[in-house]
């Protein structure tokens, strides 16, 4: 393996404290309770229906949710950049790829609207060989689209990749696009996951055990 792509939230950076605040601060506008970092952080990764769903019991099909949607993306515009922060160890670990001369990039279900100026923002922009958004191409994870696109970029055959995230859908791409998977056990699981029938190549409880893999 000789690239390694990440899964943003939840994997690469800790979002979740803005993705909290904005539904808490969208909570607050409709007179309701915020809720505790301990709620919001195990679903962080599972976007914005998600998050809906745990503040104000709406799944996509409600009468109102495509309006909590928009005020939701509204507030997080303005306070994505708030307080994201690279995992523990994960500074460490892009530097030790980065010496090997490894490229890594981002594939993400994130849309382009809010990767962008995240990274530009923590000064990622121009270290990461790619920067691939949920919105780039037909099809987000866990299809394989936007994987084999960030193959396209770095100029890397699938097999030389290992694709690491810490939702289910991230695993299935990256087994659909052919690639070694590992699960970030650090990242936003809840209880409910099961991250050991995904399927995955590797579990792993901390960002520098990547590289084992890798060298």
Aim: glycine share 8%.
């Amino acid at each position: 393996m000789t690239a390694i792509l990440f899964d943003l939230d939840g994997t690469l950076v800790d979002t979740a404290p803005d993705l909290g605040l904005a539904l808490n601060i969208q909570l607050e506008r409709h007179g309701l309770q915020p809720l505790l970092h301990s709620q919001i952080r195990p679903v962080a990764s599972h976007g914005t229906g998600a998050l809906l769903e745990l503040g104000f019991n709406l799944k996509p099909a409600d009468d109102g949710f495509i309006e909590k949607r928009d005020e939701y993306l509204a507030i997080y515009d303005q306070v994505l950049a708030n307080a994201p922060a690279l995992f523990d160890g994960m500074a460490e670990l892009l530097a030790m790829i980065e010496n090997q001369g490894l490229p890594w990039g981002i594939v993400t279900n994130k849309p382009k609207r809010f990767t962008v100026p995240m990274m530009r923002a923590m000064g990622l922009d121009k270290r990461a060989a790619c920067v691939i958004s949920g919105d780039d191409a037909a099809r987000a994870k866990p299809h394989p689209d936007t994987l084999l696109m960030a193959c396209d970029i770095i100029q890397k055959s699938a097999t030389d990749c290992i694709y690491v995230g810490d939702a289910q859908r991230d695993i299935e791409a990256g087994i659909a696009a052919g690639m070694r998977t590992a699960v970030a056990m650090y990242g936003y699981l809840s209880v409910l996951d099961k991250p050991k029938e995904w399927g995955a190549d590797f579990l792993i409880s901390q960002p520098q055990e990547i590289m084992a893999l890798i060298s």
